[in-house]
């Protein structure tokens, strides 16, 4: 059987392809990486699950770097989802970040990256989850590959029907305050999906460590569209 085209070469192979995501510049020095690990000390010391305690310590890991802009998270083991039974399995808890986090004010606008459908859409409305969201579809040298926009605006749904189009650059959605937003510091989760395996409206954007090999194929790393300096 033929061996399916590796997506992450298709999207180097197109880097210079690619729409800015969000209005806020990724490649200025207001940028910095923020880490949600056991290693953030900072972290150990706030109630995760009150969401203003929880962004009041986002805004102070930003202002310690002299930053309004955060990034960073591809699979990232990240302790903070114990917030969340959301994030709670049987056998073993999800922690393990699959996409990239831009942890930037509520309102900021979020466009398509390349010429777009909708593939699907839909508010999940837990706490700890995305709360408003869109996926769209992409296609590249004939290859067929999906983006995923969590944590928006719930005023970024109306009008949205699967099949619509976006051009490459034209504005999608906004990031969502909380709680509305999942109830979460305000950012927008991006992620790049080879395969939807049958979702709709959601796909796992925290899996299982013991998944990482599946789920960094499923995948693979947003900063190859996103493009930050930082995450090179």
Known sequence: MQQSPDLRAVLRRHAAAFAQVLSTSLTSRQVCRLDFTVANPLLQQVNLRNTEEFNEAVQQMLAQQQASVGIGGYLENRFIYSRSTHFTGASENRN???????????????????????????????????????????????????????????????GLYVGKAFAKGE??????????????????????????????????????????????????????ILQCPLLL
């Open 171 to 224: 504005k999608i959605a906004e990031v969502g305050p909380y709680p509305e937003n999942g109830d979460w510091p305000p950012h927008l989760h991006f992620q790049v999906i080879s395969n939807m395996q049958g979702y709709s409206g959601d796909f796992p954007g925290v899996a299982a460590l013991s998944e990482n090999a599946k789920y960094s194929t499923l995948c693979p790393d947003p900063n190859l």
């Open 96 to 158: 393990l970040h699959l996409g990239i986090d831009v942890w930037v004010p509520a309102g900021t606008s979020v466009f398509s990256p390349l010429n777009a459908v909708v593939h699907s859409f839909q508010d999940n409305n837990n706490f700890g989850d995305y709360g408003p969201t869109i996926i769209l579809q992409h296609e590249l040298d004939g290859i067929p590959f999906f983006t995923l926009y969590g944590h928006l605006n719930r005023s970024s749904l109306p």
